[in-house]
């Protein structure tokens, strides 16, 4: 079954400790991306990524990372986390970035105390 | 960051009538698409559209690119209990990258 898989799909952590959420798709795609979804705001794009070794920054990058070792798999690094980015978190991706629909993952549920 | 704006924010309709949302942009766009999101998951796209008056159908969904490529337009008609959700619109301006509007909650009384 053609999919992404993020985990965890729940965390409740602290301030300052570092966290890593995976994802991994199956469908062979070059383009992945991931994203926060807040209240009143919609989904808002983090970080995303071409192909492997390509990345780029989405609208709001800033306490994140990424990276894209395999086309598989891109893995949202918070290496301080802060309770503002407490929020639900998205991977996608699509058979290339260019107008292509994006299959989304079921999320990540973050809560930073 | 840039975001659509979309309306309206929540519609709580009757089973059986039909609704009408649509999104709106500062920005041109190359492609529409609209999503839908339902408890527990994330979106799942509903019609995407890649041509300025193009006019598209999924089944009781009906969704429209405006000519000036600045909006878009979904309607559902006769509406049924699992149409509740959120329902996003999404824009990609560049090759790569996507603005999402803020959603519109539908719930739907039986």
């Known amino acids: 079954e053609a999919q992404v898989t993020q985990n965890p799909r729940y965390l409740i952590t602290v301030t300052g400790k570092k966290l890593t959420v995976t994802c991994s798709q199956n469908?062979?795609?070059?383009?992945m991306s991931w994203y926060r979804q807040d209240p009143g705001l919609g989904l808002r794009q983090i970080y995303y990524s071409m192909n492997v070794e390509v990345t780029d920054k989405g609208d709001v990058p800033e306490g994140y990372k990424v990276s894209r070792k395999e086309k598989r798999n891109f893995p949202l690094i918070l290496e301080s986390p802060s309770p503002n980015q407490t929020s639900l978190y998205f991977c996608a991706s699509s058979r290339t970035g260019g107008f292509q629909p994006q299959h989304f993952g079921d999320g990540t549920r973050l809560s930073i105390l | 960051g840039q975001q659509l704006n979309q309306s309206p924010q929540s519609m709580f309709i009757q089973e059986g009538e039909d609704v009408s949302m649509n999104c709106t942009s500062s920005?041109?766009?190359?492609?529409w698409l609209w999503y839908k999101q339902e408890p527990g998951e994330g979106p799942v796209l509903l019609i995407a559209?890649?041509?300025?008056?193009e006019l598209t159908s999924n089944g009781r969904l009906t969704a429209q690119f405006g000519i000036t490529r600045k909006d878009s337009f979904l309607n559902i008609s006769a509406s049924i209990p699992s149409d509740v959700g959120i329902y996003f619109c999404?824009?990609?301006?560049?090759?790569?990258?996507?603005?999402f509007g803020t959603g519109t909650r539908l719930k739907v009384l039986a």
């Open positions: 469908m062979n795609h070059e383009y």
């Open positions: 559209l890649y041509k300025a008056g």
């Open positions: 920005s041109i766009f190359n492609t």
């Open positions: 999404a824009g990609q301006a560049g090759t790569y990258k996507y603005i």
